[in-house]
């Protein structure tokens, strides 16, 4: 019979993969041009994710999978809501 | 003397503390999926506008349009009970739950501490809290005492002595006896509606007619049987929880999460190395109620895969998603010697390496630092809603 919940239980459980800001300037088009000071020299994808919009909190994303000029990969998106740009790896 | 402690409709008073106002209102407890719907207990306002416990639902909603339907959390009913009876313990109790909202315990042991029986029970009435509206009583045996507990206002106590039983139980409805609503009726057509008049009845003729269940209500109706009171045994606090960041349903993604928790709860010091007698699966459903599930194991065991066997269909009977899985150790066993393999499974030395592996990171880094990764909705299209990195202190 229980009680509470030990209170490592739930402090420590934490999201894998997480978006974490990203320093982005993008092009007319939306499109991103300097990722994290980094000039993209290809853009290799792109799409969107629009998702639990029934709820409070809602998505709305536009990934780009991009090679940067160092020759690295990177995963960004722009959350439509907050106009701001994350790093993830999708 | 034995006293009763009683907290009508505990399950509704339990499930309507997250959801402050409605016990204004006409509310009942809505039926359990699957079962007949009858309703539990309501609330006053909704005895008021002539709903009643055990009404179906439809003839509920016609009399009464407004009526509020709470689905049953029995997470929250089982965690607000404990929290009761730890009160009682608290003040020097030794109590043997009945069912949520029925108490018993033996007053022989604190009336000398506490000055009396009627001080006793006043103490333990404090004790739960004039929320809960508890009411007492008291008598020489357990069904009076029941009774006697089930006629008392709200905070009132009620003491019967050992000679009066009879002419207090005597006027009392049949609707205390613990019957089939059939058998009611059936007692209701003889001409049979107080104890009393079920008590005068010969024993022979009741069981005769009733059969064993009308042969029991009968020893109630003259006061039952004299049974003492056995205190429980302490209740272990050990509980591992993991929310999910979005509803799930998934039976393999429940097992993992299962897994997981499985893990931390078998890794927790403060078991002492004590096998598992009772667990308890519970989880939050995504509509807001709860569920849950017990299991007593036959044998006593801490051993991974036995549990998972034991507990991981219960998984199957989830009735809707869930945004959070417990496990919880509702006893443990003393613990005991167990006999070792004469060959060792396959696999189990590489899992005892690298469990002392992990064990010697642990020993360097702190506790936490050793993580699993859990898959919890891999085909969601939300990258960090796949997974969740949970702290791996076997």
């Not at chain 2, 407004?66 to 404990?82: F, G, Q, T, Y």
Request: charged share 25%; with cysteine; aromatic share 4%.
């Amino acid at each position: 019979m229980t009680n509470d919940v030990h209170p490592r239980a739930r402090r420590s459980v934490g999201r894998l993969n997480a978006p974490r800001p990203a320093l982005v300037e993008m092009h007319v088009d939306g499109s991103p041009q300097l990722v994290n000071r980094q000039r993209v020299t290809f853009v290799r994808e792109e799409w969107r994710v629009v998702d639990r919009w029934w709820t409070e909190e809602p998505v709305n994303r536009h990934y780009f999978e991009v090679v940067l000029e160092s020759g690295e990969n990177a995963c960004v998106y722009r959350d439509a809501d907050a106009a701001c740009w994350f790093t993830q790896r999708a | 003397m034995i006293a009763c402690l009683l907290i009508p409709g505990f399950e509704l008073r339990a499930a309507l503390r997250s959801r402050p106002g409605v016990e204004l209102k006409p509310a009942a407890l809505a039926p359990v999926p699957g079962t007949e719907p009858l309703l539990g207990p309501v609330t006053a306002a909704a005895e008021a506008a002539g709903v009643r416990a055990q009404m179906r639902l439809g003839e509920a909603l016609a009399s009464c349009p407004e009526l509020v339907l709470v689905d049953p959390d029995p997470a929250e009913v089982e965690r607000e009970w404990e929290g009761v009876l730890r009160r009682l313990e608290d003040v020097g109790l030794a109590v043997e739950p009945v069912d949520p909202g029925v108490v018993v315990f033996e007053t022989k042991g604190v009336e000398r501490l506490y000055g009396g029986v009627a001080e006793a029970l006043q103490r333990a009435l404090a004790a739960v809290g004039t929320a809960w509206d508890p009411r007492a009583g008291a008598a020489g045996r357990r069904f009076a005492a029941l009774a006697a507990a089930s006629v008392a206002r709200p905070g009132q106590i009620l003491i019967v002595e050992g000679k009066e039983e009879r002419e207090f139980l005597a006027p009392l409805p049949l609707s205390l006896l613990p019957l089939h609503p059939e058998r009611y009726a059936e007692l209701e057509g003889l001409g049979v509606r107080k104890l009393g008049e079920l008590a005068a009845l010969p024993g022979g003729a009741v069981a005769e007619r009733l059969g064993p269940d009308g042969r029991r209500a009968w020893a109630l109706s003259r006061g039952g049987e004299r049974r003492r009171v056995r205190g429980r045994a302490p209740a272990v606090e050990l509980a591992e929880a993991l929310s999910f960041p979005e509803a799930v349903a998934n039976e393999l993604t429940l097992r993992r999460a299962f897994g997981a928790l499985l893990d931390r709860l078998l890794a927790r010091p403060d078991r002492g190395g004590r096998p598992f007698r009772k667990l308890a699966v519970a989880a939050r459903l995504v509509s807001g109620g709860s569920w849950r599930r017990t299991v007593t194991l036959r044998e006593a065991t801490a051993e991974r895969a036995r549990l998972r066997a034991a507990l991981g269909p219960k998984l199957a009977e989830l009735p809707a998603p869930i945004v959070e899985l417990r496990l919880e150790a509702v006893e443990l066993a003393d613990h005991t010697g167990t006999q070792l393999a004469l060959v060792e499974p396959r696999g189990q030395e590489l899992g005892g390496r690298l469990r002392e592996g992990l064990r010697q990171v642990r020993a360097s880094t702190g506790s936490g630092s050793v993580c699993a990764v859990v898959e919890v909705a891999p085909w969601s299209r939300i990258p960090e809603a796949r997974s969740l990195v949970v702290p791996r202190d076997e």
